[in-house]
C-alpha cells in the first residue's frame, strides 16, 4: 500500500523556537496533503490542506502565519511551527492522497511527530 | 456540514468473540466512508473504504463494514477478535473523491484474552 512518512517522529524544543515537520509520500505521488493536530484522547483535527504549488488552505482558527506549510514537490510537504510555544505541544500527523486512478478517495497517514514546547 | 458520530468511547470484547464497532454519519451527497486503525503514538492505518458498489465492505486484518443507507451507518465488524485488534479506531467521511475528511471522535477497542 501507500506509505507516508514523517520526520521528525520526535521533537523537543525551547519556548520560541522554530520547528519544521516534513511529510513525504514514498512511492506516490499526492498533489494534496493535509495536515491534522491530535490532542490526547482526542479525534483528529484538520488544520491545512497542502496543494503543490499553491498556498495552502487553512481551517478556521489556524494561524496561517504560525503554522507554515510548503508544498514544494509532489512527494515533499513541510509544516514549520513558527515560534513555538507550550500550548504548540501536540501530536501533529500529515496525510496525502493518491493520485493514481481509483485511489484519488483514500488519505494515507503518516506515523505522526510528537511535539514538546519548553 | 458533514459529521460522524461513534457513540462508544470504548468497547470491550473478550478474545475469539465478534466485535462490532459503531459509526453513523451525516454528508450531503453520497458519502465516502473509512475506517482507520491508530495504535499508540503512531499514525493512522487504512484498514477499508466504501465508495460505491456491495454494501459489505472487507478491509485489512478480517475487517469489515458494512454501509447502511438508511440508517447512515458504517459499523466495523470483525467475527472473531484478536488482542493484537486493541487499538483507536476512527470512522470518517467525505462528500467527494477530493474534499477533506471528518473524523469521528474515536473508539477504544480492548481486546481481552
Known amino acids: 500500500g501507500a506509505v507516508v512518512s514523517q520526520h521528525p517522529s520526535w521533537v523537543i524544543c525551547k519556548s520560541g523556537t522554530s520547528v519544521k515537520i516534513e511529510c513525504r509520500s514514498l512511492?506516490?505521488?499526492?498533489?494534496?496533503m493535509f495536515w491534522y493536530r491530535q490532542f490526547p484522547k482526542q479525534s483528529l483535527m484538520l488544520m491545512a490542506t497542502?496543494?503543490?504549488?499553491?498556498?495552502?488552505?487553512?481551517e478556521q482558527g489556524v494561524e496561517k502565519d504560525k503554522f507554515l506549510i510548503n508544498h514544494a514537490s509532489l512527494t515533499l510537504s513541510t509544516l514549520t511551527v513558527t515560534s513555538a510555544h507550550p500550548e504548540d505541544s501536540s501530536f501533529y500527523i500529515c496525510?496525502?492522497?493518491?493520485?493514481?486512478?481509483?485511489?484519488?478517495?483514500?488519505?494515507?497517514f503518516g506515523p505522526g511527530t510528537r511535539l514538546l514546547v519548553l | 456540514a458533514q459529521s460522524v458520530a461513534q457513540p462508544e468511547d470504548q468497547v470491550n470484547v473478550a478474545e475469539g468473540n465478534p466485535l462490532t464497532v459503531k459509526c453513523t454519519y451525516s454528508v450531503s451527497g453520497n458519502p465516502y466512508l473509512f475506517w482507520y486503525v491508530q495504535y499508540p503514538n503512531r499514525g493512522l492505518q487504512f484498514l477499508l473504504k466504501y465508495i460505491t458498489g456491495d454494501n459489505l465492505v472487507k478491509g485489512s486484518y478480517g475487517f469489515e463494514a458494512e454501509f447502511n443507507k438508511s440508517q447512515t451507518s458504517f459499523h466495523l465488524k470483525k467475527p472473531s477478535a484478536l488482542v493484537s485488534d486493541s487499538a483507536l479506531y476512527f470512522c470518517?467521511?467525505?462528500?467527494?473523491?477530493?474534499?477533506?475528511?471528518?473524523f469521528g471522535g474515536g473508539t477504544r477497542l480492548m481486546v481481552k484474552p
Open positions: 470518517a467521511v467525505s462528500d467527494n473523491a477530493g474534499n477533506m475528511l471528518t
Open positions: 512511492d506516490f505521488q499526492a498533489t494534496t
Open positions: 496525510s496525502a492522497r493518491d493520485q493514481s486512478a481509483g485511489g484519488q478517495e483514500t488519505q494515507y
Open positions: 497542502s496543494n503543490e504549488g499553491s498556498k495552502a488552505t487553512y
